[in-house]
């Protein structure tokens, strides 16, 4: 029987990705713009957008408020999100029981970032932008950063610049596009589209965004509160490119080259992980019911926020924003505010020579599947302070003790703007001996970089902070 003529339409895979990827992240200095030019514009922007945010009491809130028969807090529209209560029943952690405000958006936006070759190296669109809840003003932002409520319009403001690119895809352009989860203790199951999408022709830069190498965003993600954390996930989703090690390699750069190679061995196979993963949702039992927020136990409702009666956690405020670069130019919200600076580190080490990390299967209440991989530790210490040594997370002393000489990367970033109110961690990467001794607890594992970037293929596997640390991690040099 005679083959049918071919029709053209069979596709191939880019073989070239993995390369282009990787000469991205070794170019430092842009074709359109070197990393000094990048910081000044960076300032120049964050002068010439309007950024007022004041605090105010929740009376003031417009078109927002509280249900008389539950106590929860939304828009009046129904959309955007709203401030529920959660109880939570868990056999996980030295707390089985509880009860805490939360935030529910059940609609999924879009975080997407665009790349093109400008001479011959992939470039990303980023944005400089303002969001109610940040330390300093403008952040760097993806390409689109959007919920359905704002790319619909819900608030009849202006259109989401690039939004067409993401919306109307061309499957042949996609590189990455995965449902990625937040923050499990403050959102309940949220979701967001990571997206990254190549265009082959000519792309305008508007005023707020210009177009960056991996590399140049490698160096900026070293500065305080300057990358934001829609940025860090979508790049973290980045697919793997591998050309062996360095030209000029440290011990660290070497190891970590090794580490993105899937031919250079690993402690446990990727099978392996998963197993252990998937066994860690099956046999922990988290159940977790929506509640009216005047349900909720041990947390007070005044003028200006709701806060635990012990003064920790978080509490959840109203604040009043006049912007001139956003789809609207003034609105009032409310946003959950974490007391004290949180501690986000993951701790690596040399096993013949590839680079492993120590990952924690992390149940929070949150999460759409129990359990997510999160960094060696993630917490905020000082809600740890004059309890026990059984609540202490472990592995969290050796990270506050550390030596100078074992941090590879320290540096404070913010988590979104949009729905936290100065929310800020520590995060670090501290290299231990290869002898490290991990007391074979059965929630850590140790992991490459090639293996945490396969489970990045996948939706509700590795959790937002340690997405953030990933990207982090492969900008080691």
Same mark, same amino acid.
């Given at each position: 029987?005679?083959?049918?003529?071919?029709?053209?339409l069979?596709?191939?895979?880019?073989?070239?990705?993995? %390369?282009?990827?990787?000469?991205?992240?070794?170019?430092?200095?842009?074709?359109l713009?070197?990393?000094?030019?990048?910081?000044?514009?960076?300032?120049?922007?964050?002068?010439?957008?309007?950024?007022?945010?004041?605090?105010?009491?929740?009376?003031?809130?417009?078109?927002?408020?509280?249900?008389?028969?539950?106590?929860?807090?939304?828009?009046?529209?129904?959309?955007? /999100?709203?401030?529920?209560?959660?109880?939570?029943?868990?056999?996980?952690?030295?707390?089985?029981?509880?009860?805490?405000p939360?935030?529910?958006q059940?609609?999924i936006g879009?975080?997407?970032?665009?790349?093109?070759?400008?001479?011959?190296?992939?470039h990303?669109?980023?944005?400089?932008?303002?969001?109610?809840?940040?330390?300093?003003?403008?952040?760097?932002?993806?390409?689109?950063?959007?919920?359905?409520?704002?790319?619909?319009?819900?608030?009849?403001?202006?259109?989401?610049?690039?939004?067409?690119?993401?919306?109307?895809?061309?499957?042949q352009?996609?590189?990455?596009?995965?449902?990625?989860?937040?923050?499990?203790?403050?959102?309940?199951?949220?979701?967001?589209?990571?997206?990254?999408v190549?265009?082959?022709?000519?792309?305008?830069?508007?005023?707020?965004?210009?177009?960056?190498?991996?590399?140049?965003?490698?160096?900026?993600?070293?500065?305080?509160?300057?990358?934001?954390?829609?940025?860090?996930?979508?790049?973290?989703?980045m697919?793997?490119?591998?050309?062996?090690?360095?030209?000029?390699?440290?011990?660290?750069?070497?190891?970590?080259?090794?580490?993105?190679?899937?031919?250079?061995?690993?402690?446990?196979?990727?099978?392996?992980?998963?197993?252990?993963?998937?066994?860690?949702?099956?046999?922990?039992?988290?159940?977790?019911?929506?509640?009216?927020?005047?349900?909720?136990?041990?947390?007070?409702?005044?003028?200006?926020?709701?806060? %635990?009666?012990?003064?920790?956690?978080?509490?959840?405020?109203?604040?009043?924003?006049?912007?001139?670069?956003?789809?609207?130019?003034?609105w009032?919200?409310?946003?959950?505010?974490?007391?004290?600076?949180?501690?986000?580190?993951?701790?690596?080490?040399?096993?013949?020579?590839?680079l492993?990390?120590?990952m924690?299967?992390?149940?929070?209440?949150?999460?759409?599947?129990?359990?997510?991989?999160?960094?060696?530790?993630?917490?905020?210490?000082?809600?740890?302070?004059?309890?026990?040594?059984?609540?202490?997370?472990?592995?969290?002393?050796?990270?506050?003790?550390?030596?100078?000489?074992?941090?590879?990367?320290?540096t404070?970033?913010?988590?979104?703007?949009g729905? /936290?109110?100065?929310?800020?961690?520590?995060?670090?990467?501290?290299?231990?001996?290869?002898? /490290?001794?991990?007391?074979?607890?059965?929630?850590?594992?140790?992991?490459?970089?090639?293996q945490?970037?396969?489970?990045?293929?996948?939706?509700?596997?590795?959790?937002?902070?340690?997405?953030?640390?990933?990207?982090?991690?492969?900008?080691?040099?």
């Amino acid at each position: 029987m005679a083959r049918p003529a071919g029709t053209g339409l069979l596709r191939k895979p880019d073989t070239t990705l993995p %390369h282009r990827l990787e000469r991205s992240a070794r170019t430092e200095q842009g074709a359109l713009h070197p990393t000094e030019d990048l910081l000044a514009w960076i300032e120049e922007r964050n002068a010439a957008q309007l950024h007022d945010v004041r605090r105010i009491p929740f009376a003031e809130l417009d078109k927002w408020r509280f249900d008389d028969a539950t106590g929860d807090l939304g828009h009046a529209s129904g959309k955007f /999100f709203s401030i529920q209560g959660l109880r939570v029943h868990s056999d996980y952690g030295p707390v089985r029981t509880w009860t805490q405000p939360i935030i529910n958006q059940p609609e999924i936006g879009i975080l997407g970032i665009l790349v093109r070759e400008i001479d011959g190296v992939l470039h990303c669109l980023m944005q400089a932008k303002t969001e109610p809840g940040n330390v300093n003003g403008v952040q760097l932002s993806p390409t689109v950063q959007a919920t359905r409520s704002n790319y619909t319009r819900v608030h009849e403001g202006n259109p989401v610049p690039y939004l067409e690119h993401f919306r109307d895809a061309d499957a042949q352009h996609v590189l990455s596009d995965v449902l990625q989860s937040e923050q499990g203790s403050w959102f309940f199951r949220k979701r967001n589209r990571n997206m990254i999408v190549e265009v082959h022709g000519p792309v305008a830069e508007h005023e707020d965004f210009r177009w960056v190498t991996l590399g140049q965003l490698h160096r900026l993600l070293a500065v305080d509160n300057l990358v934001n954390m829609d940025s860090r996930t979508v790049l973290s989703c980045m697919p793997g490119g591998f050309e062996g090690a360095a030209e000029e390699p440290t011990g660290v750069s070497e190891s970590l080259e090794r580490s993105r190679d899937p031919l250079s061995g690993t402690l446990h196979t990727t099978a392996e992980v998963r197993s252990w993963i998937t066994a860690q949702q099956s046999e922990h039992v988290v159940r977790t019911d929506l509640i009216p927020l005047n349900a909720v136990r041990r947390w007070r409702r005044g003028t200006h926020d709701i806060h %635990h009666e012990l003064g920790t956690f978080f509490n959840v405020v109203a604040v009043d924003v006049r912007s001139n670069s956003r789809e609207v130019g003034g609105w009032t919200q409310p946003l959950l505010r974490p007391y004290g600076t949180g501690m986000v580190a993951v701790l690596v080490k040399r096993v013949d020579g590839v680079l492993h990390a120590l990952m924690n299967a992390r149940v929070e209440p949150g999460y759409l599947d129990v359990v997510e991989l999160a960094p060696t530790v993630q917490c905020t210490p000082e809600n740890y302070a004059g309890l026990g040594v059984e609540y202490r997370p472990p592995f969290l002393d050796l990270v506050l003790d550390r030596h100078p000489e074992q941090v590879l990367f320290d540096t404070e970033l913010s988590e979104e703007g949009g729905r /936290f109110h100065e929310a800020r961690n520590r995060y670090q990467i501290i290299e231990v001996d290869a002898d /490290f001794p991990d007391a074979d607890l059965p929630d850590y594992r140790w992991l490459t970089l090639h293996q945490l970037t396969e489970l990045l293929k996948h939706s509700h596997y590795v959790n937002v902070q340690a997405r953030s640390l990933i990207a982090c991690l492969r900008g080691l040099r």
